[in-house]
């Protein structure tokens, strides 16, 4: 058993809370409103619990700034 399956908690320390909302908010609606106001810590994210639907929003979402 881990820690967390144990406790029924799971600590997430590299990012603000705000940034777990937003990225709890993505799981939830494929969506978030603070994609760019977050982007440095929901790509930290994105990476460590391996959610590619984030890291190709981020494509998309920075794609259209410079065409």
């Avoid at 399956?5 to 939830?28: H, P």
């Amino acid at each position: 058993d881990t820690v967390e399956a144990r406790d029924g908690v799971m600590e997430i320390q590299d990012v603000s809370f705000e940034a777990v909302e937003a990225f709890v908010e993505f799981l939830y609606l494929d969506s978030t409103k603070k994609l760019e106001l977050l982007a440095d810590q929901l790509l930290v994210l994105a990476e460590k619990y391996h959610v590619d639907l984030l890291k190709v929003s981020f494509g998309l979402f920075f794609s259209n700034f410079y065409f």
